[in-house]
């Protein structure tokens, strides 16, 4: 399949269902982490998605690899607040596992995409 937008994109697709969880999550913590963990939580899930986006629709392939990048700093940012608000005591066990398996899925599919372009990127010789 050609892929003509963004939204064809598996791991953009991917960073859009880890939205929708964390934001599910975030709603079950405690309502004084509203401005704190929650506000976090989602800022960084859904910057995800929204670089890969942006990264796709940049001109130069050396912006969508930077764009990649921030995507996958944002994701290292969103594990690390997971398991703060699980050592908090905010999330039980199995939506804390079950968000760090969506991360850890996530993050493979991000290196794999950005492995794939430098390839792309390397002169033919």
Not at 60 to 83: C, N, P, Q, V
Not at 85 to 110: I, S
């Amino acid at each position: 399949m050609a892929i003509r937008s963004y939204r064809d994109l598996n791991v953009w697709q991917a960073g859009m269902d880890l939205v929708d969880a964390i934001y599910r999550m975030a709603a079950t913590l405690p309502v004084h982490e509203r401005f704190g963990l929650v506000q976090q939580m989602r800022r960084s899930a859904t910057s995800i998605p929204s670089n890969i986006a942006e990264g796709q629709g940049r001109e130069h392939l050396g912006d969508y690899l930077r764009h990649l990048s921030y995507a996958s700093g944002s994701l290292k940012e969103l594990e690390t607040l997971i398991l703060i608000a699980g050592r908090l005591g905010y999330l039980a066990d199995t939506d804390r596992r079950r968000a760090m398996t969506m991360t850890t899925e996530l993050g493979r599919m991000l290196s794999g995409l950005v492995r794939s372009l430098k390839r792309h990127r390397q002169p033919n010789t």
